[in-house]
């Protein structure tokens, strides 16, 4: 079975409440429409009359609730809640009610810490700034959470390598230049994320243009570090490097490269460097190798709200609806 399908039968068994606050974009309707027929999560789509009339594209939502955050009854309350959580930073209820009639994720978020939404799926047409930024004031993180940062889901049609084709990329969305210590983070995160959603043992590769030693540069050597405090962190995982990515993946060429790791070859959680290779690593996969990439999830706050890239497909959030179903239902 394919990883979304495994995925959208999971989330079908217990079926949780998504908020899609972009109702101005007719892929929300689309992606809507495909998962309400499917029975993947039940869904909360905010816009206005004139937003839902221009946008919905005529896609069948009528299971969907869609709530006008300018005219719903619980907008007062999640104003003053709003002014509570923010009031150290001078929010006034006239700012508050700006945030949340003008700016949908801030009316997501709140309905999640609220409790009437259990997830949010956002990003098809804003930035992820924009998304994450309400997240942060009003969600918060995990408990216990160093850093959050962001990972796709990679499927790969017809390949041999990693989970049957499947992996974890990360941080391909959020972390600028991420130190040894947040490197670290993230491939102990990534990991938690692969075996929760994927179901089989991560095993995690600290990619580099080095493979054990075989180049010098400080590059490298923020890698080798981060790798130290990841095996630190988490021991029970599989976790190795400095590896290049043919190291990691490829069985024949780990075993002359790295021949003494238990990860060369066979990684299915790969965490890159830094964004820049992270970005383009993930849509060099998506574009060339024809892999349907899901994310940039979050990982580290403390519901599930994942971001989409902007040129996502209208079957892109709803695989990313699906398995934000999915980690509502582990929390």
Not at 100 to 106: A, C, G, H, P
Not at 196 to 207: D, F, I, Q, S
Request: negative net charge; proline residues 4%.
């Amino acid at each position: 079975m394919a990883f979304i399908d495994s995925i959208k039968e999971r989330a079908k068994a217990n079926v949780k409440t998504i908020c899609l606050p972009e109702g101005m974009d007719v892929r929300t309707y689309e992606a809507a429409a495909n998962a309400l027929k499917e029975g993947t999560a039940n869904l909360i789509i905010l816009a206005d009359d004139e937003e839902f009339a221009a946008n919905n594209g005529g896609f069948d939502v009528s299971k969907a609730t869609i709530i006008n955050p300018k005219t719903s009854e619980k907008l007062q309350s999640y104003i003053d809640g709003l002014v509570e959580l923010r009031k150290a930073k001078g929010m006034t209820p006239e700012q508050a009610k700006e945030l949340l009639t003008t700016d949908y994720m801030y009316f997501a978020c709140m309905m999640v810490k609220n409790g009437d939404a259990d997830g949010v799926v956002s990003g098809a047409c804003h930035s992820t700034a924009n998304t994450l930024r309400p997240s942060l004031q009003i969600i918060k993180t995990a408990p216990g959470t160093k850093l959050v940062s962001a990972f796709f889901v990679m499927d790969v049609p017809n390949c041999e390598f990693g989970e049957n084709g499947t992996f974890v990329f990360g941080d391909c969305g959020l972390n600028q230049n991420p130190n040894s210590e947040e490197l670290a983070a993230i491939a102990v995160s990534s990991a938690e994320s692969f075996k929760a959603l994927v179901g089989a043992e991560p095993k995690v590769a600290m990619l580099s243009h080095s493979s054990m030693g075989s180049a010098k540069h400080a590059d490298v050597d923020k890698v080798v570090e981060a790798t130290k405090i990841a095996k630190e962190m988490a021991p029970d995982v599989a976790l190795d490097g400095e590896l290049q990515l043919d190291a990691a993946i490829v069985p024949s060429i780990g075993k002359s490269k790295a021949p003494n790791s238990k990860v060369a070859g066979s990684a299915n959680v790969l965490i890159f460097p830094d964004l820049d290779a992270g970005n383009i690593g993930y849509k060099l996969v998506q574009r060339l190798a024809k892999a349907e990439a899901y994310g940039p999830m979050c990982q580290g706050i403390a519901a599930p709200v994942n971001d989409l890239s902007r040129g996502c497909s209208a079957a892109d959030i709803e695989g990313v609806i699906a398995i934000t179903a999915v980690q509502a239902q582990m929390k």
